[in-house]
Each structure stands twice: as C-alpha cells, then as structure tokens.
C-alpha cells in the first residue's frame, strides 16, 4: 500500500509542519481492538507507546510488564514495560502479529513502530523525492 505523508504541527522556529510516515494500525486486547496512527521509527529499535493507551487498551497495571530501559533522542533514560499486544496494519488486514510493545510515559508521538516488531514483518520503502512511502507484507 502506497501512503502520502501525514502533515503534523509542530512548534519550532525553523519548522512549523513536519510530513511524518504515519499509517492506521489496529492493535487487539482480549476485550476490544482500537484503531488509531503511528509513526514509522526507522530510528527506533522497538515498538512503543504512550502511557496514555494504558486505560483505553485494559493495561492499568502496565507497570507489571517486563521491564527495560530505553535513551531516547532527549538522551535521558526511561523505564520501559513491555506487554505482548496484538496488532495489524489496517490496511493489509488478515496480517495479525503478536509483539511486544513498550509502554513508555513522555514519548511525544503516540505510538511508534521500530525494527523489531514492525520493520522485521513488513516491507517498507521510503521515497522521499516522490513524498510517498510504501509499506507492504
């Protein structure tokens, strides 16, 4: 699937919208699926997202999961707490993958998806002169 760019806001003085790789994923809890963006990381090593999803994805005592640490781009370290969560890219539905996802507080993005758990499931291609990406299975 071939996908243009999603313009987000930004507040800086050079820089004002930034046009970032996003696609809709479904991600799957035992309970329910909830469909919302996230942001194609090349730079990340792993899948995550924001404690704020905690709630919403039935995983209040997300701080019971396997926990790691994590420097992001501020340089500062941070606990992180991995859950196996279920999820699809929306879509290349019937392509369902089990990951370990780390919920992490204080990311600016909601959901980002790293080499290990996105980049090593799908094919993805990056055609900046063209503003366009491509993510297929």
Not at 117 to 135: L, P, R, T
Request: net charge neutral.
């Amino acid at each position: 699937m071939i996908y243009k760019p999603t313009p987000y806001p930004i507040r800086g003085p050079v820089i004002s919208v930034a046009n970032r790789p996003m696609i809709k994923i479904k991600l799957f809890n035992r309970l329910r699926s909830i469909e919302t963006l996230a942001l194609i990381d090349s730079g990340a090593d792993t899948c995550l997202i924001n404690t704020s999803w905690a709630e919403a994805l039935l995983y209040d005592d997300y701080k019971k999961g396997r926990i790691d640490g994590t420097i992001g781009i501020s340089g500062n370290p941070q606990n992180v707490y991995y859950h196996d969560l279920e999820y699809e890219v929306s879509d290349v539905p019937g392509h369902k993958f089990t990951i370990p996802f780390g919920f992490v507080s204080g990311m600016n993005a909601s959901i980002l998806l790293g080499r290990l758990g996105f980049f090593d499931k799908y094919i993805i291609n990056f055609d900046f002169k063209n503003s366009i990406f491509e993510v297929k299975i």
